[in-house]
């Protein structure tokens, strides 16, 4: 599958933005979708996934209560809702997706390119 993410942008602190990731091929809903992120000279870190179905999620702590991950099969997408956004969320945005696994445990297999999100203070 292939995966291309948009949405990013520039928003001021407190405010919101909403991630999509279109995916490319039929199977698209026999995968377990993710986002992550990737701070200005930080490794890459796991934001929130998604089952195949939509019916289980999981966030790191860090955005728990503030994020909102879904996803619209009959649209091969996959959003990611960030709202009360904080000058350290300002990160590349990358979708990823993997055919194995649950959404706490297994590598992705596929990723799309990053978007950027800027949080000013």
């Known amino acids: 599958v292939q995966l291309q993410a948009s949405g990013g942008g520039l928003v001021q602190a407190g405010g919101s933005l909403r991630l999509s990731c279109v995916a490319s091929?039929?199977?698209?809903?026999?995968?377990?979708m993710g986002w992550f992120r990737q701070a200005p000279g930080k490794g890459r870190t796991f934001v929130a996934a998604?089952?195949?179905?939509?019916?289980?999620?999981y966030y790191t702590d860090s955005v728990k209560g503030r994020f909102t991950i879904s996803r619209d099969n009959a649209k091969t997408t996959v959003y990611l809702q960030m709202n009360s956004l904080k000058p350290e969320d300002t990160a590349v945005y990358y979708c990823a997706a993997k055919s194995r696994g649950t959404v706490l445990v297994g590598s992705y297999d596929n990723w799309g390119q990053g978007t950027l999100v800027t949080v000013s203070s």
């Open positions: 091929g039929r199977t698209f809903s026999s995968y377990i």
């Open positions: 998604i089952s195949q179905r939509g019916d289980t999620t």
